[in-house]
């Protein structure tokens, strides 16, 4: 099994809808972070968690909201999707001692129709 | 404005031959650098990192260089193998409360022909 888990890897939705991103790990690390990318341009952070009680906004995290449900869990939602979310979303973790050092899912493929 | 930028999109090299892969930075607090590498449906992953108070850091064939003061590093992969084909992202870290907060670049598509 995958290190760092995201599900679902592809979703298709409409303008408006609600959608949740999921991402469950096995490292045992305590941070957490989503990332978008989009076609041409780099790993944008959405949002970060240093452990369970600590969330944090991101370079862009308008539209977006986060839960960390426990150590291991973290999960990312679209109150009501748009097109401009369109994107590859991220899941990564990293432990304290080497806080740089990020483990990536396989990424969520999401297209808001 | 891109605080970490890669200009080149892609790059194609022979098998065996050198590859050289850059990155500008314009914030001078950033203080650790990294690069990862990335499949197609797949997930980036860690490939080799060094601090700002470096200018080298070897890692058998990969080797990253830092100049400080044109706020330039560089990624060398010598020997390339086609294996190598990915894309490469530069990223770089602010320190302090803002590690693990990474700044990417656009990333640069490497193509090592056999």
């Known amino acids: 099994d995958a290190d760092v888990t995201q599900t679902p890897r592809n979703r298709i939705t409409k303008t408006g809808k609600r959608i949740m991103l999921e991402c469950s790990q096995t490292?045992?690390?305590?941070?957490m972070y989503w990332y978008r990318q989009d076609p041409g341009l780099g790993l944008r952070l959405i949002y970060y968690?240093?452990?369970?009680?600590?969330?944090n906004k991101g370079e862009i995290s308008d539209g977006y909201s986060v839960s960390r449900q426990a150590q291991a869990k973290f999960s990312l939602s679209l109150e009501s999707a748009i097109p401009n979310q369109t994107a590859l979303y991220f899941c990564?973790?990293?432990?304290?001692?080497?806080?740089?050092?990020?483990?990536f899912g396989a990424g969520s493929r999401l297209t808001v129709l | 404005d891109q605080q970490v930028k890669q200009n080149s999109p892609s790059l194609s090299v022979q098998e065996g031959r050198i590859s050289i892969l850059n990155c500008d930075y314009t914030n001078s607090m950033f203080d650790y650098f990294l690069w990862y590498k990335k499949y197609p449906a797949e997930g980036p992953t860690f490939l080799i990192s060094?601090?700002?108070?470096?200018d080298k850091n070897e890692d058998g064939r990969f080797t990253v260089f830092l100049n400080k003061s044109a706020k330039h590093l560089s990624l060398h992969i010598v020997p390339s193998q086609p294996g190598d084909s990915a894309v490469y992202f530069c990223?770089?870290?602010?320190?302090?409360?803002?590690?693990?907060?990474?700044?990417f670049g656009k990333g640069t598509k490497l193509s090592v022909k056999p």
């Open positions: 968690s240093f452990d369970v009680k600590d969330i």
């Open positions: 060094i601090s700002s108070i470096k």
């Open positions: 490292k045992g690390h305590d941070r």
């Open positions: 990564a973790t990293s432990r304290r001692g080497s806080p740089n050092v990020l483990t």
């Open positions: 990223a770089a870290s602010g320190g302090g409360g803002s590690q693990g907060n990474l700044i």
